[in-house]
């Protein structure tokens, strides 16, 4: 079974730019979570979608958006990028979204200049 | 104070050591993930528990609900091993995935 993937995994854009990342997660899971890796504030919860609603959603700014799609594959959104942006964007999934193991992706490392 | 507090924050040991981490946290959970991140960022998920005890190989994960206490123990450790751990939980006032992490332990198993 194939694992979960991340598209792009390297990424340089530009202040002011916005991005959008991919996430395609492990067959037959439901759920996808994504993170925000970063040297100065570790590993933090950005949001949750289960069966393309989103259920969760940490403390960042609207700048950051998500979706999921009806085949579970999820899209996360930065707009108006900031250098504080600069980081590695982990997905992960899950059966459902309770009580579940987490498979993460490779992640993908966003730098802003 | 964070939510997760994880000790030590850097380890170095010797191939063959007996390695303990330990994951103290002060809210309350319905599950304890032990994760496990190489050079790269590729993060690994090595056990989820929510009482008692897991061993996987080396690996055992211990947890004690009571006193908000969890052990990871790597038995003969490898420069393989080299690695950061990262305790996170599953907060039982929130609903879903939502995981809240510490901040990491870099083990380093020398030759």
């Known amino acids: 079974k194939a694992g979960v993937t991340q598209t792009p995994r390297y990424l340089i854009k530009t202040r002011g730019q916005q991005v959008t990342l991919s996430c395609s997660p492990i067959s037959g899971h439901r759920s996808v979570s994504w993170y925000q890796q970063t040297p100065g504030q570790g590993l933090q919860f950005l949001f949750e979608y289960f069966s393309e609603t989103q259920r969760n959603k940490g403390n960042f700014p609207g700048r950051f958006s998500g979706r999921q799609f009806s085949n579970s594959r999820s899209e996360m959104n930065v707009s108006t990028l900031e250098l504080g942006d600069s980081a590695l964007y982990l997905c992960?999934?899950?059966?459902?979204?309770?009580?579940?193991?987490?498979?993460f992706g490779p992640g993908t490392r966003l730098t802003v200049t | 104070k964070n939510e997760v507090e994880q000790s030590p924050q850097n380890l170095t040991a010797q191939e063959g050591e007996f390695i303990t981490i330990n994951c103290s946290y002060s809210?309350?959970?319905?599950?304890l993930h032990w994760l496990q991140q190489h050079p790269g960022g590729g993060i690994v998920s090595l056990f989820m528990?929510?009482?008692g005890k897991k061993k996987h190989g080396r690996l055992i994960a211990t947890i004690n609900i009571q006193e908000k206490h969890s052990s990871l123990h790597i038995t003969a450790s490898h420069p393989r091993d080299s690695a950061v751990y990262i305790c996170a939980v599953r907060n039982t006032e929130t609903s879903g995935s939502r995981l809240t992490f510490g901040e990491g332990t870099q083990l380093t198993v020398n030759p």
């Open positions: 992960a999934s899950s059966w459902t979204s309770d009580y579940y193991e987490q498979y």
């Open positions: 809210v309350g959970i319905s599950a």
């Open positions: 528990l929510s009482s």
